[in-house]
């Protein structure tokens, strides 16, 4: 079975400092990791996925997150938040052969001035 | 870039009415559809899988004759919420993935709110 946990509730920031938002992941076979952005009463925006190659894989609005397979985790990170970054962050995972994603329970960003 | 739109984007309806949810894939074709629904300050559920031309796979705990999942075209899924309750009151959201693309790519529609009285 996949599953995807996202440990932290909220994280809070100061704008201008680094963000990073945390996720580990359990599947059978090989992972397709994605991170959704998702703002009030919006749906989900894509920001960047990991299939294979590069560990390190950069996405939109300045977001990266690298894959490490040895601790099973998929950090989502921004070297400089901004306050418009503020929104709930949703962390996915596919295994290899299944049809379904499989979504973390997501974290609120707070972006402060 | 691959768009997915969602009508309505907000309803509200009286308790024992149906109420039917559209989702389209504006600028590919997509063969299988996902709904959604998600809580308030909650994570997405699966609802079912939606296949265009055959019946809907719904996941565990879903009533299929209360979710009611139509893929009738490549670019079209609705999902119909038969006889709502105050319990129905979710947001509900569905993605497209692209026919022959990648198997990887699924696109978000926007969301439907929808309250029942």
């Known amino acids: 079975a996949q599953s995807v946990a996202q440990p932290e509730d909220q994280v809070n920031v100061a704008e201008g400092n680094p963000l990073t938002v945390k996720c580990t992941y359990s599947v059978s076979g090989n992972p397709y990791l994605f991170w959704y952005v998702q703002y009030p009463n919006r749906g989900l925006q894509f920001l960047l996925k990991?299939?294979?190659?590069?560990?390190l894989v950069k996405g939109s609005y300045g977001f990266e997150a690298e894959f490490n397979k040895s601790q099973t985790s998929f950090h989502l990170k921004k070297p400089s938040a901004l306050v418009s970054d503020s929104a709930l962050y949703f962390c996915?995972?596919?295994?290899?052969?299944?049809?379904?994603?499989?979504f973390g329970k997501g974290n609120q960003v707070v972006v402060i001035p | 870039g691959a768009v997915v739109s969602q009508h309505p984007s907000r309803v509200i309806c009286k308790s024992g009415t149906s109420v039917k949810i559209e989702c389209r894939s504006l600028?590919?074709?997509?063969?299988?559809m996902f709904w959604y629904r998600q809580f308030p300050k909650q994570s997405l559920m699966l609802m079912a899988t939606s296949n265009e031309g055959s019946k809907a796979t719904y996941e565990q705990g879903v009533e299929k004759d209360k979710f009611l999942i139509n893929h009738a075209s490549l670019t079209l899924s609705t999902l119909t919420v038969t006889s709502a309750h105050p319990e129905d009151s979710s947001f509900y959201i569905c993605?497209?993935?692209?026919?022959?693309?990648?198997?990887?790519?699924?696109?978000f529609g926007p969301g439907t709110r929808l309250t029942v009285l």
């Open positions: 996915a995972v596919r295994e290899d052969g299944n049809n379904r994603l499989a």
């Open positions: 600028d590919f074709q997509a063969t299988t």
């Open positions: 993605s497209a993935r692209p026919s022959g693309g990648a198997h990887n790519e699924q696109f």
């Open positions: 990991y299939i294979t190659g590069d560990n």
